[in-house]
């Protein structure tokens, strides 16, 4: 494994948007005792402040303003373009899924970012406002490997664990996902995309562990579990918000940080993420935190994006979940069919969750964007005056898994499914598409023209598909 890169930026997040324009934060990672250049918005001559230093690397940020009239920042004698007047015409990227379980850090970096390379031919192509991150932009399942009390996580953990036993785990785990990030961060697609495009991302399991709230609370409770999550969270905030703890109430829904959703308001539209990780467990998918956010109305926009870590529209998982213990090895993947909102053991959960989205329908136009099953789908709704759409675009990185088993949830989709009367979702095939379930590697594009939205699925093998009214 060669030695993680040491530079990264300027990454750009959005904070908000109102009549004065675009707030923003833009991160640089340096080498410590490196310096840091200023950063030019508008007529303003910015200096950096640094929020963190951890693994030898210094985090700075900018945070500034961008009006209409400004068409991009000054950053080291180098000026990036960014979209700034969303009134009219406006575009976004989603994507989902950037890596793999298993040696994700020593893949060829042509292969593993060849979808990031055609995100940024389209954004060169016709701009992106907003980069959308669906959940798992990291996969750090393996940063508990190496360290002798989270060697066995999670079926084996240690009896107990000394203060500073704990504090030599965090600090070994931090390196891990600092490296992970890092290795992220290089790629050249993805820094002329996130220097231009300003970057809203919630997390999901991977971005911590594979199954985190989902796996026996003895794990996720214990002193190794929740050093595991404290270190995660700690770079969640960093490195995909530029955010340090002191900033929580001003970038997420929850001023207590028990969960990291969040809300923004654009022009005509609403995007907004709950946090379906950090109040989960084995039956709860979020905790009162969470459901605040789903169930406070929006203002009345024109439309309304959810970005929902795990797909809300899904086939009846609980089918499998009943037949599991049948077969010897399925035991494995119960905590993947736990992260379901359709598992047996969500259903109240679940039913809260497409009630809270029918009453956001009321208002206005309701599109889910979601990720996590490293295939392209799509899923309706029945809602009055018109459908829910949700639309998954998951595995911009990952590898898509066998056509067989893309084939097998097609069929599960094909039984329906009805948690709530008269209210029937259908799982359905990608316009151009004949099956359900497309695997391949892919991302989406989501676009406002003339007032009018549309999606299109980008996909490895088989191209764009043609655009989707929603």
Known sequence: MSPAPRHAGPILHLRGHDTDGLRLAAILIRPEGEACGTLRAGATELQPRRIATLEGLAVWRFDFRLDSAD????FEDRDYPVETDLSGDLRFAFLSCNGEENGDMDRDPAERDAMWE??????????????????DQIYADEVTHGHPLSDGW????????SAANLEGLAAHLRRGFVARYMR????????????????????DDHDICDGWGSLPSEATDSAVGQTLFRVAREMYLLLQHGAVEADIPEIFADP???????????????????DLRSERRRRQVMGEAGWRLLETPVPEPERTFIVSSVPMLGPRLSLVEAVMWLWPGMQKYEDDLRDQWQSRAHRADWRRALRAVLNLRARGPVTVLSGEIHLATRAE??????AIHQLVASGIA??????????GLGWLGSLGEGPLSGHPIRILPLPGMRRRYVAERNFLTLERRDGAWTAVWHLEESGKTPPLPI
């Open 256 to 274: 207590t940080g028990a969960q990291l959703g969040w809300r923004r308001s654009l022009p005509g539209v609403t995007l907004m993420a709950p």
């Open 71 to 74: 068409r991009g920042y000054r």
């Open 154 to 161: 999670p079926g084996d953990l240690p009896a107990s664990a």
């Open 118 to 135: 055609r995100m940024r031919a389209e954004h060169e192509a016709r701009p992106f406002a907003a980069l959308l991150q669906g959940g």
């Open 398 to 407: 990952h590898r898509a898994p066998p056509k067989g088993y893309a084939r």
């Open 381 to 386: 709704m029945a809602a009055e005056p018109g």
């Open 184 to 203: 992220g961060f290089a790629g050249p697609a993805f820094g002329a995309l996130a220097a231009r495009v300003p970057t809203l991302a919630i997390w």
